[in-house]
């Protein structure tokens, strides 16, 4: 109930305040396991991405720190965030994403690993996510900049198939998020220049 709230009223602020316009919902299944991958540019990225999904609900690690900081600690497991601790992904928190992947769930993930990273080399964890599991990788591009009434675009890309990089190993992995970052820095160009 507090999910589906918080959704409908993350959407109508995006909509209102940064006339936010959302390209290739369709492209996002309707069922099974789906790993959204995006570009990460503030701290309003994971409710801005899963805020237009209406019939499906969008799972994210956060910083563990936040758990423990009265009212948002409460808040966090209500609107599906699972905590990830400081300097990387936990085994818990690689188990919590396969099983929640394994129940036919979406992941939020940003490959970028922190907003400070824009346009750098993605982190290996969402090829990694989506090898083990066979989720459906969706990529997204958050196209603006959160400037009040000015226009943000959000687009949700055809999936990409990393199939092939399946039994490459390490350097498979690395190939697999190659590709997922392409795809995405191309989304984002493309709808910058609109």
């Given at each position: 109930?507090?999910?589906?709230?918080?959704?409908a009223l993350?959407?109508?602020?995006?909509r209102?305040?940064?006339?936010?316009?959302?390209?290739?919902l369709?492209?996002?299944?309707?069922?099974?396991?789906?790993?959204?991958?995006?570009?990460?540019?503030?701290?309003?990225?994971?409710?801005?991405?899963?805020?237009?999904?209406i019939?499906?609900?969008v799972?994210y690690?956060?910083?563990?720190?936040?758990f423990?900081?009265?009212v948002?600690?409460?808040?966090?497991?209500?609107?599906?965030?699972?905590?990830?601790?400081?300097?990387?992904?936990?085994?818990?928190?690689?188990r919590?994403?396969?099983?929640?992947?394994?129940?036919?769930?979406?992941?939020?993930?940003?490959?970028?690993?922190?907003?400070?990273n824009?346009?750098?080399?993605?982190?290996?964890?969402?090829?990694?996510?989506?090898?083990?599991?066979?989720?459906?990788?969706?990529?997204?591009?958050?196209?603006?900049?959160?400037?009040?009434?000015?226009?943000?675009?959000?687009?949700?890309?055809p999936?990409?198939?990393?199939?092939?990089?399946?039994?490459?190993?390490?350097?498979?992995?690395?190939?697999?998020t190659?590709?997922i970052?392409?795809?995405?820095r191309?989304?984002v160009?493309?709808?910058?220049?609109k």
């Amino acid at each position: 109930m507090l999910y589906s709230t918080l959704r409908a009223l993350f959407h109508f602020l995006f909509r209102t305040l940064f006339r936010l316009k959302v390209v290739g919902l369709h492209h996002i299944p309707t069922d099974g396991p789906v790993i959204l991958c995006a570009n990460h540019i503030s701290n309003f990225d994971p409710p801005l991405l899963g805020s237009p999904i209406i019939k499906r609900r969008v799972h994210y690690m956060a910083k563990a720190e936040l758990f423990e900081v009265p009212v948002l600690g409460w808040v966090l497991p209500r609107i599906c965030a699972f905590p990830v601790k400081r300097g990387g992904v936990s085994k818990e928190s690689i188990r919590l994403s396969l099983q929640l992947l394994k129940e036919n769930n979406i992941i939020g993930i940003f490959p970028e690993g922190s907003r400070h990273n824009a346009g750098g080399m993605g982190k290996k964890g969402a090829a990694s996510l989506a090898l083990k599991s066979g989720a459906t990788v969706v990529p997204a591009a958050i196209v603006g900049n959160y400037q009040l009434f000015k226009r943000m675009t959000l687009v949700y890309g055809p999936p990409v198939d990393i199939s092939e990089f399946a039994e490459a190993g390490s350097e498979g992995l690395e190939q697999a998020t190659d590709k997922i970052m392409a795809t995405i820095r191309s989304m984002v160009k493309q709808y910058e220049s609109k």
